[in-house]
């Protein structure tokens, strides 16, 4: 599966980015997809995720209550709403999908896409 991120940009403190990630290649309800995030000199972390069917998901200590992950799987998409951006939001985000039958772990990835939140 190919993944596409996009969406990210410069947002004041307090703002809002929605991100989105498309998907192509294969039947998107076979994976499971996460947003991570690296944000420059750390490692990567993650954000939040969502199961195949969008019927769980799971967020970050640090984004719950702020963030809400969402999929539309007639659309292909996975959807990132970031409410109450803070600096330490700052970040380049990626989209990944971990095949729900075989994949122990994320397997594909997509380019990343840049969210500058300022103070």
């Known amino acids: 599966v190919q993944l596409q991120a996009s969406g990210g940009g410069l947002v004041q403190a307090g703002g809002s980015l929605r991100l989105s990630c498309a998907a192509s290649g294969r039947t998107f309800s076979r994976y499971n997809m996460g947003w991570f995030r690296q944000a420059l000199g750390k490692e990567r972390e993650f954000v939040a995720a969502i199961t195949w069917s969008g019927g769980t998901t799971y967020s970050a200590d640090s984004v719950k209550g702020r963030f809400t992950i969402s999929r539309d799987n007639a659309k292909n998409t996975v959807t990132l709403q970031m409410n109450s951006l803070e600096p330490e939001d700052t970040a380049v985000y990626y989209c990944?999908?971990?095949?729900?039958?075989?994949?122990?772990?994320?397997?594909?990835w997509g380019q990343g896409t840049l969210v500058t939140v300022s103070s």
């Open positions: 990944a999908a971990r095949d729900r039958y075989t994949g122990n772990s994320y397997e594909y």
